[in-house]
């Protein structure tokens, strides 16, 4: 089973550019989420969604944009990238809002220059 | 809000020892969820272990334990028998029962595992 699967692994951007930092799940999951992990500071929640056409945002969510068009896929996107979000991403899925038994992917460095 | 806290960043132990992580947390909820996630090298987010809060019995697996003391807001886990595998990055995390998926991390202890 492939579970969640990041892309990219590793991306290094400039400042002000986009880019999209996609996620995807093959395990049914209605709950998604992005966290991101900063030395020090463990892993925060930025947005959340609880089903298709279902989002939310978390404790960090300024300057990142997300939507769920379809079960499987939740991409995060940075319209106008800044060196404060050089981070760690982490996209994570489970059965439900209140399961609590999360699926990690394997995570997503960004260097924002 | 709620705070995880994790007051040690390292913690050191000889293979075949024991060693226990400490975790406290700050909620005004009765019914929770903890967890201990384990985050080697790889940087994969492996769940360790699940603790509901209005269970009484502290969970096991394997190796690991934890120590819930729900009145002083404390959950420490235990290793036994340390493995070189071990060696990892050790989050505790909160989760309110309504909205279980959505966790507070703490900050994380770096454990190391010498021969």
């Known amino acids: 089973n492939a579970g969640v699967t990041q892309t990219p692994k590793f991306q290094v951007l400039k400042t002000g550019q986009s880019m999209t930092l996609q996620c995807a799940q093959d395990m049914n999951h209605e709950y998604m989420s992005w966290y991101r992990q900063d030395p020090g500071m463990g892993l925060r929640l930025i947005h959340y969604s609880v089903g298709a056409g279902i989002t939310d945002q978390g404790e960090v969510p300024n300057g990142y944009n997300v939507s769920r068009s379809t079960t499987e896929d939740f991409p995060l996107r940075l319209l106008s990238a800044a060196p404060s979000q050089t981070s760690v991403y982490f996209c994570?899925?489970?059965?439900?809002?209140?399961?609590?038994?999360?699926?990690f992917g394997e995570g997503s460095r960004l260097t924002v220059l | 809000a709620q705070t995880v806290t994790q007051s040690q960043p390292e913690m050191s132990v000889q293979e075949a020892e024991t060693v226990t992580l400490s975790c406290t947390y700050d909620t005004s909820e009765s019914d929770y969820y903890l967890f201990w996630y384990k985050q080697p090298p790889s940087r994969q987010m492996i769940l360790v272990i699940r603790q509901e809060a209005y269970k009484q019995q502290n969970a096991t697996e394997n190796r690991f334990s934890v120590n819930f003391q729900k009145a002083a807001k404390s959950f420490s886990l235990k290793i036994s028998d340390s493995q070189l595998g071990d060696a990892a990055m050790y989050f505790c995390?909160?989760?309110?029962?309504?909205?279980?998926?959505?966790?507070?991390f703490g900050t994380g202890t770096r454990l190391q595992v010498t021969l």
């Open positions: 994570a899925s489970s059965y439900s809002e209140s399961s609590g038994r999360l699926f």
């Open positions: 995390a909160y989760s309110y029962t309504g909205t279980a998926s959505k966790l507070t």
